[in-house]
């Protein structure tokens, strides 16, 4: 059974920088897509990065991110992890972890994913 947690959120300060973490379990085979989300209250779910781990590390990043948003792995701990900096009240969110065997043509699309986990609050303050 595939399961997905995330954590590291918390409150932290405009300019700051939060690592989140995400722990996907359960898949059989090594290759897989993992998708890095976040959900403000009253917006729409919106794609930030996506990886293919397994026998090509391909990252992808949404432009709204893109530059302060890095993303790494420990394979040895079936973890991921998003690390973005220079935070601003806008990035107040809560932030999702997914994950798949495969996705199409549009890896940061929410659609593409089956597994999630249950998200973790980051809320930035001015």
């Known amino acids: 059974r595939v399961e997905v947690v995330e954590s590291g959120g918390g409150s932290v300060q405009a300019g700051g920088s939060l690592r989140l973490s995400c722990t996907v379990s359960g898949f059989t085979y090594s290759e897989r897509w993992v998708g890095w989300f976040r959900q403000a209250p009253g917006k729409e779910r919106e794609g930030l990065a996506a990886a293919n781990i397994g026998r090509q590390s391909t990252i992808y990043y949404a432009d709204s991110v893109r530059g302060r948003a890095t993303v790494s792995e420990d394979n040895a701990k079936n973890t991921l992890y998003l690390q973005l900096d220079s935070l601003t009240p806008d990035d107040t969110a809560t932030y999702y972890c997914?994950?798949?065997?495969?996705?199409?043509?549009?890896?940061?699309?929410?659609?593409?994913?089956?597994?999630w986990g249950q998200g973790t609050q980051v809320t930035v303050s001015s």
């Open positions: 997914a994950a798949d065997w495969s996705v199409g043509h549009y890896p940061l699309a929410a659609s593409e994913y089956t597994w």
